[in-house]
C-alpha cells in the first residue's frame, strides 16, 4: 500500500520560516511524481497552490516555494504570516492515480 | 472567472446510489483533467477519481473501485460521479477538480465548493 508521510502539525513564530516534507513509502520522491501542495483553512475547500514540483499558480503568494530535498517533495513558507496558519495537503502522481499526504496542521505563534 | 459548482449530494441509505455533479465554467472544458476529492469528516483528503479530457482513461481509488464510475459531457460542461453500493465510509464533502493541466499528472489547481455525501441507515 502506497502511503504519503507529512508531519501531522509543526509550529512557526510570524515573519519566520518553516519547511514543511512529504515522503512516499515507495522510496525517494522525484520530480516524476509530480509533486503539489495545497492550503486548506477551517470550513473552506482547498486552495491549490504548488504543482509540478516547483510551480506556483497565478494567486500563489511569492512567499511560498516549494523543492526536492533529501527524497522528499518539500514546501517551504518564508516571511510567515498569521493568515498562513492552516492545515497544508502534498500530493503526489502514482500509476495514473494521486496520493493525498495527511495533512500538516501549522500553527503561527 | 473559472467555477466549479457541485451537486446531487445528500442522505442516502448503505447500499444506496447517488450520482454527484460538477458544472463547470469560465475556461475550456476539453483542455482539462478532471478530478473528485473526498474529505470525510474531520479528516484529510482522499483521491477519489479522476479521468482525461475526451473521458477515455480513467483512474480510481481502491476505496471506490467498482462502485464508483466517473464521466464527462464535454458538450454540457459537466463532470459526474455515479456512486453505488455506498457504505458508511463514503460519507464526505465530494469536491470536484479541475486538472492542472490537459494531463492528470500535473496535478489539480481550482476546486469547487463541495458537496455533502451522507450515509446512513
Known amino acids: 500500500q502506497t502511503v504519503v508521510t507529512q508531519e501531522p502539525s509543526l509550529t512557526v513564530s510570524p515573519g519566520g520560516t518553516v519547511t514543511l516534507t512529504c515522503a512516499f513509502s515507495?522510496?525517494?520522491?522525484?520530480?516524476?511524481?509530480?509533486p503539489n501542495w495545497f492550503q486548506q483553512k477551517p470550513g473552506q475547500a482547498p486552495r491549490a497552490l504548488i504543482y509540478s514540483t516547483t510551480n506556483k499558480h497565478s494567486w500563489t503568494p511569492a512567499r511560498f516555494s516549494g523543492s526536492l530535498l533529501g527524497g522528499k517533495a518539500a514546501l517551504t513558507l518564508s516571511g510567515v504570516q498569521p493568515e498562513d496558519e492552516a492545515d497544508y495537503y502534498c500530493?503526489?502522481?502514482?500509476?495514473?492515480?494521486?496520493?493525498f499526504g495527511g495533512g500538516t496542521k501549522l500553527t503561527v505563534l | 472567472e473559472v467555477q466549479l459548482v457541485e451537486s446531487g449530494g445528500g442522505l442516502v441509505q448503505p447500499g444506496g446510489s447517488l450520482r454527484l455533479s460538477c458544472s463547470a465554467s469560465g475556461f475550456t472544458f476539453t483542455n482539462y483533467a478532471m478530478f473528485w476529492v473526498r474529505q470525510a469528516p474531520g479528516k484529510g483528503l482522499e483521491f477519489v477519481s479522476t479521468?482525461?479530457?475526451?473521458?477515455?482513461?480513467?483512474y480510481y481509488a481502491d476505496a471506490v473501485k467498482g462502485r464508483f464510475t466517473i464521466s464527462r459531457d464535454n458538450s454540457q460542461n459537466t463532470l459526474s460521479l455515479e456512486m453505488s453500493s455506498l457504505r458508511l465510509d463514503d460519507t464526505a464533502v465530494y469536491y470536484c477538480?479541475?486538472?492542472?493541466?490537459?494531463?492528470?499528472?500535473?496535478?489539480?489547481?481550482?476546486w469547487g465548493q463541495g458537496t455533502t455525501v451522507t450515509v446512513s441507515s
Open positions: 479521468l482525461n479530457t475526451n473521458g477515455a482513461t480513467t
Open positions: 515507495t522510496g525517494a520522491v522525484t520530480s516524476g511524481y509530480y
Open positions: 500530493l503526489l502522481y502514482y500509476g495514473g492515480a494521486q496520493v
Open positions: 477538480v479541475r486538472g492542472a493541466g490537459y494531463y492528470s499528472y500535473h496535478g489539480m489547481d481550482v
